[in-house]
């Protein structure tokens, strides 16, 4: 197989991002129609828009878009603030000055309110999107990726097909020593014990089981698993079974780390992100649907997301790609234009899964190299941020940095 | 992770999936008619109610309280004794971690 060059877009951080973006920022609620209608006419040609929507301020919340509007695939980002918010705004401005990118801060109470704000901003992402797209790029090497992975809409073929698929495909990257993110702590419920065993030290498999016993903790008290009932009509009878599914997405490298939100991999590996937040539960669900965890592994630094579905899931995302692969053959038929790969081939016998876990690390390449996936052809660019609180992790949780 | 074709014996309808040698369940490769005959574990079984993709049957005899094994791993307990040739599903078996989430009628 001849080989696929890469080419990235290199940050003052040294990392490489390979999508270029203007991100379209709303820093409350308040401002979020303003920052669509900015971006909308750009959708096409690389704005993208987050954004935070409360107005307590939250120290996760400011983490997450401080990673995110500094993450790689972004080279300048535009802020968009009603005024009177209580998002740190300033802080979140300096912190995009200092990684080198351009960045404005548009108050719609201080720019004449929405209309001329609009105008404004689209003056601004129009020539930024000018500048960008004369900037040089080079060749990237796979041991520059970072890759997450996550399952939504699962059902029974998802852990018979996609997630071991995607599962292989991670091994693949971590010999090339790449970094790679499996998270929904959630959903390894009854895994733990297995995953320990596979942790670099023993102290980081301890550390491994306490993050499933807080998440089982966490779940129990919201009386609710990560568990719906499309995972019942698929045929997953209790959470382990579902998790013995999620699980198969780690592959079968070593685990290196645990991170969380917004910490990004120090090296090449795999690692569990800890996506459940500490201390008391507060704020509701730790993650309210998949794009949630979408935009945590994003914010540590993740270019690429792999994304397994069996019901069919047709979700992207702003900033990075989303490779859709669909673990039910039948779900496939009904919605190839919403899916990358056809992992459903495992359960009708007509490849394996080594085949396909190959075609996945090959498609990652291909992505890499500018190739658009279905969800960003069909112009998905979904983001959601809501409120957390999480304690930074222990000496234990990164074991070779110490 | 076991390949798809480990422990699938020849005497269980190609029909059903077993995934690992041990494990007391199959799961349905595509969706099986109510009243269709089947050879499970040696068995000829009829079944009761059509059994969709992915879901589950038992392969021999489980006692109430025994663990259900799927790719070799505890998916969960049976809460009634499940016969071979039965539906396995949140009707009889319950998660050792969490309350299942979704009424058993919904299942049935």
């Not at chain 1, 709303?26 to 987050?50: F, N």
């Not at chain 1, 890759?147 to 599962?167: E, K, Q, R």
């Not at chain 2, 005959?37 to 589950?56: E, I, P, Y």
Request: proline share 5%; hydrophobic share 40%; glycine share 12%.
């Amino acid at each position: 197989m001849s080989e696929i060059a890469m080419r990235g877009w290199r940050r003052a951080d040294g990392r490489k991002g390979i999508r270029n973006y203007v991100a379209v920022a709303y820093l409350v609620e308040c401002a979020h129609h303003v920052s669509k209608e900015i971006a909308w006419p750009y959708r096409e040609t690389g704005a993208h828009v987050i954004g935070f929507p409360g107005c307590y301020p939250n120290a996760y919340a400011l983490k997450m878009m401080q990673r995110l509007c500094t993450h790689p695939n972004v080279g300048a980002v535009l802020l968009v603030s009603l005024g009177c918010e209580g998002f740190n705004k300033k802080l979140l401005e300096r912190t995009i000055r200092e990684s080198g990118r351009p960045v404005e801060l548009l108050a719609i109470q201080d720019n004449g309110g929405t209309r001329s704000t609009i105008e404004k901003g689209r003056a601004w992402v129009e020539a930024q999107l000018k500048a960008l797209s004369e900037q040089p790029t080079e060749p990237m090497a796979v041991s520059e990726l970072v890759v997450g992975t996550i399952c939504g809409g699962s059902d029974a073929t998802s852990g018979l097909t996609a997630n071991p698929a995607m599962g292989r495909a991670f091994d693949f990257l971590v010999q090339e020593k790449a970094a790679t993110i499996f998270e929904e702590t959630g959903e390894l419920i009854g895994m733990e014990g297995w995953m320990a065993e596979r942790a670099v030290t023993p102290e980081l498999g301890q550390e491994l089981k306490a993050c499933v016993a807080k998440a089982a903790r966490y779940y129990e008290t919201l009386g609710y698993p990560s568990f719906a009932p499309g995972n019942a009509d698929g045929g997953l009878t209790t959470i382990e079974e579902k998790s013995l599914g999620a699980y198969a997405k780690s592959g079968a490298s070593p685990i290196s780390g645990i991170i969380k939100p917004g910490d990004i991999p120090p090296r090449g590996g795999l690692y569990l992100l800890d996506v459940v937040p500490d201390g008391e539960v507060r704020f509701g669900f730790p993650n309210i649907s998949d794009n949630a965890e979408i935009a945590e592994l994003i914010a540590c630094g993740s270019h690429v997301i792999l994304f397994s579905t069996g019901r069919g899931s047709v979700v992207g995302s702003a900033l990075a790609p989303v490779i859709k692969v669909c673990a039910n053959p039948r779900t496939y038929a009904r919605m190839a234009d919403d899916m990358d790969v056809n992992a459903g081939r495992i359960l009708e016998g007509t490849a394996d899964l080594d085949t396909v876990g190959r075609e996945i690390f090959d498609l990652v390449k291909q992505v890499g190299a500018g190739a658009a996936t279905k969800s960003e052809g069909l112009g998905h660019q979904e983001f959601i941020l809501t409120y957390k609180s999480f304690e930074p992790i222990g000496p234990a949780c990164l074991p070779a940095v110490a | 992770m076991a390949s798809s074709e480990a422990g699938a014996g020849s005497d269980t309808d190609p029909r059903l999936l077993v995934l690992a040698p041990g494990d007391n369940i199959a799961v349905a490769r595509s969706e099986i008619a109510a009243g269709t005959g089947l050879s499970v574990a040696g068995r000829r079984v009829t079944l009761q109610r059509a059994l969709g993709f992915g879901h589950k049957i038992a392969l021999r005899d489980i006692a109430a309280g025994e663990k259900i094994v799927k790719y070799g791993a505890p998916i969960g307990r049976a809460t009634a004794a499940i016969a071979l040739g039965a539906y396995v599903h949140n009707h009889n078996v319950a998660s050792d971690y969490m309350p299942n989430t979704v009424a058993v009628e919904a299942a049935l």
